[in-house]
């Protein structure tokens, strides 16, 4: 089963999600631009993952310098390519700067000394995100009540982390404890992380799951088939506001309206100490084909305008609760000494 990245006889193998649930593809890659690429276009997405998939990006760059007097050089070039892939989500910059203390502290050791420092906290990256995220199933799932339906936006699974998932990762943790547990997924317009991948990890994991479209989960909530909200993030600014896939704001907002607990499951990398509130995030816009097809083809005029942000952000009070590896935080949120 899975994992979403993997680093394999000094190449990274991914499994494309592109292609997920029809096919089940593996792409390896040896270049850190290919890895930079596959980021970009989804290969590997989730803010976890994306971490995890640039630090191996940054091993196999290094990886491939031939002389210690190219190093510095390289190495700029490496994690500046790497940095330029997709802007919100906290953990790609997070791994990169970790890569870099990593990088600084190796100075003045022969090179391959340095490539295997730099190789194992890559390594180190990936391993511990396991352990958190397993921290987060224990810290998260006495919040979800035997019996409960819980819904989920987008994909904050094992295919967005380096295993075993944030949000799902809770509902996870629920399930394993003996619970009797249903999952609304919402498809997730427009790239159908929730469609695609969700439902396709619950599935085979034995979590019953039902798939409904976005526009569907006020009414749901209002006939009373949804008990609590569970979702990922991509950063989190340190008064708790959060920004994650599109549409979780709305999700959001609904659950507020229907006295929902609304609950966002991420580790501390996504914590974003430096921005005070969520306004300062940077939202990715991507392209517009995306929204203006599905399945490859066109769905409406193809000269219609279109706007496609990636990410949203949902204001901290209607929050109820932030689960961390370091325990669940309540509001007032305030994130500036936990890091
Ligand atoms: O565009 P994506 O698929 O990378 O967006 C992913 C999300 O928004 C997830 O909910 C978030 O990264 C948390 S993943 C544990």
């Not at 619950?202 to 479209?213: A, S």
Request: aromatic share 6%; net charge positive.
């Amino acid at each position: 089963m899975l994992p979403a990245i993997e680093w394999k006889k000094n190449r990274v193998v991914m499994i494309d999600q592109r292609k997920l649930p029809l096919k089940e593809i593996y792409l390896e890659y040896r270049r850190y631009d290919q890895v930079a690429r596959a980021i970009e276009t989804m290969v590997i997405r989730g803010a976890p993952a994306i971490g995890v998939a640039a630090a191996y990006g940054v091993a196999l760059g290094v990886l491939a310098v031939r002389s210690g007097k190219d190093i510095d050089r390289a190495f700029e070039k490496i994690t500046r390519r790497l940095e330029r892939t997709r802007p919100t989500a906290r953990n790609l910059f997070w791994a990169l700067e970790r890569m870099r203390r990593t990088f600084d502290a190796s100075r003045g050791l022969k090179l391959a000394d340095l490539k295997r420092r730099m190789l194992d906290e890559a390594r180190a990256i990936e391993t511990e995100d396991v352990a958190t995220n397993e921290a987060i199933g224990r810290h998260g799932r006495d919040l979800i009540p035997d019996g409960a339906t819980v819904l989920t936006h987008c994909n904050a699974g094992e295919l967005a982390t380096a295993g075993y998932g944030t949000a799902v990762g809770v509902i996870r943790a629920a399930h394993e404890q003996g619970k009797k547990i249903r999952v609304f997924s919402d498809e997730t317009r427009p790239f159908l992380q929730g469609a695609r991948l969700t439902c396709w990890e619950l599935d085979r994991r034995g979590i019953p799951v039902v798939l409904i479209t976005d526009n569907m989960a006020g009414w749901f909530m209002r006939k009373g088939e949804i008990q609590v909200v569970v979702v990922g993030a991509d950063r989190i600014a340190r008064n708790g506001d959060t920004a994650n896939k599109i549409g979780t704001y709305s999700v959001a907002v609904l659950a507020k309206e229907h006295g929902i607990p609304f609950y966002v499951a991420a580790p501390m990398s996504t914590v974003d100490a430096g921005l005070a509130t969520g306004d300062e995030i940077p939202i990715e816009e991507r392209d517009p084909r995306e929204v203006r097809e599905a399945g490859g083809r066109c769905i409406t005029l193809p000269h219609i305008a279109v706007r496609n942000p990636a990410f949203d952000v949902t204001p901290a009070k209607h929050i109820a609760g932030i689960i961390t590896e370091k325990g669940v935080f309540r509001p007032p949120y305030d994130f500036r000494r936990v890091q």
